[in-house]
């Protein structure tokens, strides 16, 4: 569950060259989206992390205020974030069950089921 009071941050994310908004912005996200989007179990951790990174977008987009700039933006990011899936998949191997949506750890270990896979997929 998410806390829409708080948000616990790591102070390498406060950076002046705002190099890590994104990542503000998708803490934030959570605190909005926690508690109404959220999993009902870990076979579900896609809806949570999905919505969240939408948002998160969405919110980086809305502060650019050259409106170019801020769909380019998000065009970069969703690009970028779908590259890293496909790796993260590639590796796993295409018919992996930690390729899919709602990967089934079964007896391995799921911090290894741990990716890019849920969070760009359920975007």
Do not use: C, Q
Not at 110 to 117: I, L, N, T, Y
């Amino acid at each position: 569950m998410e806390n829409p009071l708080l948000t616990f941050a790591s102070p390498s994310i406060i950076v002046g060259d705002k190099s890590s908004v994104a990542v503000a912005n998708h803490e934030l996200a959570h605190s909005w989206s926690g508690n109404l989007v959220t999993n009902m179990n870990w076979n579900n951790f896609w809806l949570n992390e999905g919505f969240t990174v939408f948002l998160e977008r969405k919110i980086t987009k809305k502060l650019i205020a050259d409106e170019k700039v801020a769909n380019l933006t998000y065009k970069v990011a969703a690009t970028v974030g779908n590259s890293t899936m496909v790796t993260s998949m590639n590796g796993y191997g295409m018919s992996n069950a930690f390729s899919s949506l709602t990967p089934n750890a079964g007896t391995a270990n799921p911090d290894d089921a741990f990716s890019e896979v849920p969070y760009e997929k359920g975007f």
